[in-house]
């Protein structure tokens, strides 16, 4: 050992972490906050939400993780999920460079920061509220909820959701 630190750039650094840990280190956050989420769940729009949740006043909460800079920088899609959630956050490990997300194409003055890891999670940024039009979050949580339960069935009998996939 040569005795000096190792390199700190994200291409050292974020790859470390998988998109996995930091939604359980989100996940954990969130629970502590009573916000209770799923991850990858399918919206109307075709996108998938990496994490979605409810918090105790029944917002709907988004969270798109970003584990490589590369994936940040080149998502275009991010927007389609502001239609779907109440409030938006990015998902970030540790010693990912933040800095793209401070610039007005990921309008900081809406969307929120979490830095994650595999065991807990911190909000740098909080999220603005935008709120949803009250049919929409209504149809967002009852969406949220059908994803949950056929999740919960699928793990008690695996057999009910197969036969109901092929209907």
């Given at each position: 050992m040569s005795g000096r630190p190792l390199p700190t750039s994200d291409s050292l650094t974020a790859p470390a972490l998988a998109a996995a840990?930091?939604?359980r280190g989100i996940g954990r956050l969130f629970a502590r906050n009573d916000i209770w989420c799923l991850a990858e769940v399918p919206l109307k729009n075709g996108r998938r939400a990496?994490?979605?949740g409810i918090d105790a006043k029944g917002l709907v909460v988004i969270v798109e993780i970003k584990v490589a800079r590369a994936d940040?920088?080149?998502d275009a899609k991010w927007p389609d999920y502001l239609d779907y959630?109440?409030?938006f956050y990015w998902g970030l490990p540790?010693?990912?460079d933040r800095a793209p997300l401070d610039s007005e194409a990921y309008r900081p003055e809406t969307c929120g920061v979490i830095v994650a890891d595999g065991y807990d999670a911190e909000i740098l940024r909080p999220a603005a509220l935008d709120p949803l039009a009250a049919a929409r979050r209504k149809t967002q949580v009852e969406h949220l909820a059908r994803v949950a339960m056929r999740r919960h069935m699928a793990l008690i009998d695996p057999?009910?959701?197969a036969r109901d996939s092929l209907n």
């Open positions: 840990d930091v939604a990496d994490l979605m940040l920088l080149g959630c109440d409030r540790p010693g990912l057999l009910a959701t």
